[in-house]
T-cell receptor, first 114, second 111 residues
């Protein structure tokens, strides 16, 4: 149990286009999901907390107009990188909150902006 | 604010040797602590967690960690390393539902 999927696993897009990444909890409902960004050889940086049915809460320094988050159902959160630029290239990981303390992570999405 | 510090960005052990990955935390309240493992180009997998129950926590794949309040530590150990243990390991503390991660420790296992 506690499986989280992400789609796509890899995406290459041109500068200026938008990319949507989906995060799904497959066998449990998650009112809260989280989006992280990870640079090579570095730790995970929390970008935002996605709450079902309400606006996402963004961490300081994260542009909410650039990284649009929608949590439309208890099993799906999406991250849209708008007007992507090469500096947005990164590994994006989502997690879903379950129980009192635990987060279960998706496999990640490698975004490359050319 | 809570934080975790992982001592050593890279640890190398021989196959069959003891694995010790260090994590120290800073918290003004009783912490909830976690160890995650990440294989290349993958997400994170929970190894074990401490949530104020037993101080010695056993996890998956033969790993365990001991919560020591006096030392503010939560070190991860495994008695005998296996080649498949080579990965990145992250210690994390929960703060109001959010996870605060350490910098990570890359574990290499030599044959």
């Amino acid at each position: 149990g506690a499986v989280v999927s992400q789609h796509p696993s890899r995406v290459i897009c041109k500068s200026g286009t938008s990319v949507k990444i989906e995060c799904r909890s497959l066998d449990f409902q998650a009112t809260t999901m989280f989006w992280y960004r990870q640079f090579p050889k570095q730790s995970l940086m929390l970008m935002a907390t996605s709450n079902e049915g309400s606006k996402a809460t963004y961490e300081q320094g994260v542009e909410k107009d650039k990284f649009l988050i929608n949590h439309a159902s208890l099993t799906l959160s999406t991250l849209t990188v708008t007007s992507a630029h090469p500096e947005d290239s990164s590994f994006y990981i989502c997690s879903a909150h379950r129980g009192q303390y635990e987060q279960y992570f998706g496999p990640g999405t490698r975004l490359t902006v050319t | 604010a809570q934080s975790v510090t992982q001592l050593g960005s890279h640890v190398s052990v021989s196959e069959g040797a003891l694995v010790l990955l260090r994590c120290n935390y800073s918290s003004s309240v009783p912490p909830y602590l976690f160890w995650y493992v990440q294989y290349p180009n993958q997400g994170l997998q929970l190894l074990l967690k401490y949530t104020s129950a037993a101080t010695l926590v056993k996890g998956i794949n033969g790993f365990e960690a001991e919560f020591k309040k006096s030392e503010t530590s939560f070190h991860l150990t495994k008695p005998s390393a296996h080649m498949s243990d080579a990965a990145e390991y992250f210690c994390a503390v929960s703060e109001r539902g959010k996870l605060i991660f350490g910098q990570g420790t890359e574990l290499s296992v030599k044959p």
